[in-house]
């Protein structure tokens, strides 16, 4: 870390949070936090994280419960998240959790603070996580795919890698943290 980034606190979103400054350069991702994150919240549907110093938001995350099931993946991804269990506990689905949205504010970028919410998130459902969970999964938007890529995410339909859509469907496989 460098000192623009020394003095940063995680803080979980509650419904009195003051918005401070904050501006990733996707409208979308800005609009979530700014307008939908409380609602999200006060409807169970995500929990919002913030990453923040004194005087700015410099990134958050959103998380909800998912799973990942036989008709997200590809028969070759789903035999080798399969093989990841022992036969007895084979199922049509495995739990995971979802980030929702991740963005880092434009002044911050190019600090690792992305990766670093990855590795916090992957810490946190293995060592503090009150429910079964297995992956970590994420629609990333195609601009994102190497840096997911990068953090070590991989495609759970591959058909959908080269598919024409907005996002696409990965996951981090939580197990072979705990192994």
């Known amino acids: 870390m460098n000192s623009m980034t020394d003095n940063i ?8 949070y003051q918005f401070k400054s904050f501006d990733c350069g996707n409208q979308d991702l800005n609009d979530f936090l700014l307008s939908d994150s409380k609602p999200y ?17 410099v990134a958050y995350f959103s998380v909800s419960n998912d799973k990942i099931s036989v008709p997200d993946s590809d028969k070759a991804t789903w035999r ?8 007895s506990k084979h199922r049509s689905d495995y739990p995971a959790v979802k980030i929702g949205r991740l963005a880092v504010n434009q002044k911050y970028r ?10 916090f998130v992957k810490e946190f459902f293995i060592t503090g996580n009150r429910t079964g969970c297995s992956f970590v999964t994420v629609d990333a938007l195609r601009e994102a795919i190497p840096f997911y890529l990068k953090n070590d995410f991989r495609y759970l339909d591959k058909t959908t890698a080269d598919a024409d859509t907005d996002t696409c469907l990965m996951y981090y496989d939580l197990t072979k943290l705990v192994d």
């Open 41 to 57: 919240l006060q409807k169970l549907l995500s929990v919002t994280y913030i990453l923040e110093t004194d005087d700015d938001i």
């Open 80 to 87: 080798k998240i399969k093989a990841l269990f022992p036969h």
């Open 110 to 119: 190019n600090n690792g603070i992305g990766s670093d919410i990855l590795n």
């Open 9 to 16: 606190r995680v803080v979980r979103l509650t419904q009195d």
